[in-house]
């Protein structure tokens, strides 16, 4: 019994600082950065790593006395000089810089073999290249452009119960607390990377995000401050970042990787995020959220015939922009990114009837029930195409598909 009480002892004494070590410090050590649209608080771990928490708030429209340099959208060489990632929307600012951002690269992996990102009825189920489609909406100071995948709202795209716009949003710059707050059961996350990023969440008690507010914890050093590095610390929870990790999650899919980064030279730092490494992740496919001092916006592409110059969409209209790398945009310095990048997406066998993550022989006959019918109407298995009948091209897919051992 002594001998027992002992280990445990023993375990706990090694297991405490463990978990002290976790943790941030909960006081703001420094307020270092503080304008009309970002803010900087620098925090210490009990490691003794410095950690800054960045808060974006964008504004809505293009700060006036700006003017962006405006391209027609290139096409890519051959040679690699110049490099686009042309499936990426361009959306017009929805409730947060951050999220809207966020909506565009989900919109581009919906566009590109992840279909499960935005599945509402507008387009047939395809994220349209702009949000457009959608009406603007008065929120009873200013008119707001509106995007189901940036912030669902009740109305909108088909939806019938409160969602991120009617739950969160007063007005842009709002302190809170939110709408639902003692007056309605709050709804559960889904559909929106707004909701998982705690854009414009007022949350009691504290930290809360303003409307149009977001935040992002990096590194003070330039080194990459990882999911896991997240959860370890406990900033987890607020982290943009993080959010858009899980709302991607939420939608069926792996994340292999997620972080923030200030880039390198960035407050003096020689350990951060570089052009070359920007440049990369263009060429495997991946858009990126790019923070400036004040503002989120998505690089979709390179030039490397300019020396750093990216092409980026600002959120401010369904345009594209050039802006240089580690310069200034409207204004604010480039200052980070934040990478989510996910697993390859594995396509879905439309011919797996049983749902057993196979198309065998069961399947087979099923299908073979089918074939040949010219009357569906929503009760043919194997009609795979919405013509009403299972024919040839039915049969194509199911050939396809046959013999497939990995249906998710």
């Known amino acids: 019994m002594k001998f027992k009480l002992l280990r445990i002892l023993i375990l706990s004494l090694l297991i405490i600082p463990v978990i002290l070590a976790s943790k941030i410090v909960a006081q703001d050590v420094a307020r270092i950065k503080d304008t009309k649209y970002f ?27 700006y003017v962006s340099t405006r391209v027609q959208f290139p096409e890519s060489t051959k040679d690699a000089d110049i490099n686009v990632l042309s499936d990426v929307p361009a959306f017009d600012w929805s409730f947060g810089c951050s999220a809207t951002s966020a909506a565009m690269i ?21 994220m349209p290249m702009d949000n457009s489609s959608w009406p603007d909406w008065y929120d009873g100071t200013a008119w707001r452009n509106q995007c189901p995948l940036s912030a669902t709202h009740d109305g909108l795209d088909g939806r019938t119960i409160k969602g991120h716009v009617d739950d969160y949003w007063v007005s842009y ?44 914890y990096n590194y003070t050093n330039g080194s990459p401050l990882h999911w896991n590095d997240m959860e370890t610390y406990g900033i987890h929870i607020e982290d943009g970042g993080y959010g858009l990790k899980l709302f991607y999650q939420s939608r069926g899919y792996m994340v292999s990787n997620m972080y923030n980064q200030y880039i390198y030279g960035y407050g003096g730092n020689t350990n951060g995020f570089t052009y ?13 959220m790019i923070h400036i001092e004040g503002h989120t916006m998505v690089g979709v592409g ?23 790398w580690g310069g200034s945009y409207a204004g604010m310095k480039h200052y980070g990114v934040t990478i989510v990048q996910l697993e390859l997406a594995v396509v879905g066998c439309q011919s797996d009837f049983d ?12 299908f073979a029930e089918d074939f040949g019918r010219t009357d569906c109407s929503g009760d043919c298995e194997g009609g795979f195409d919405p013509d009403g009948d299972v024919d040839g091209s039915d049969l194509v897919t199911f050939i396809v598909d046959f013999g497939r051992t990995n249906c998710p």
């Open 106 to 126: 989900a919109g581009y992996y919906d566009r590109t073999g992840y279909p499960n990102m935005y599945t509402g009825p507008t387009n047939g189920g395809v």
């Open 302 to 324: 390179y030039d490397n015939s300019v020396t750093n110059l990216m092409y980026i969409h600002d959120t401010w209209d369904y345009n594209t922009y050039t802006m240089v």
């Open 355 to 366: 749902g057993d993550d196979y198309v065998n022989g069961s399947d087979l006959v099923v």
């Open 276 to 288: 070359a490494q920007y440049c990369a992740e263009i060429d495997a496919g991946h858009p990126v």
């Open 173 to 216: 710059n709002s302190p809170g607390p939110d709408p639902w707050v003692g007056n309605w059961t709050e709804h559960s996350y889904g559909d929106c990377t707004g909701d998982y990023m705690k854009t414009n969440q007022w949350i009691d008690p504290g930290p809360y995000n303003i409307d149009g507010g977001t935040r992002f």
């Open 39 to 65: 803010r900087v608080f620098r925090e210490i771990s009990q490691k003794g790593r410095s950690i800054d928490k960045t808060v974006i708030m964008g504004p809505p429209n293009r700060p006036e006395g």
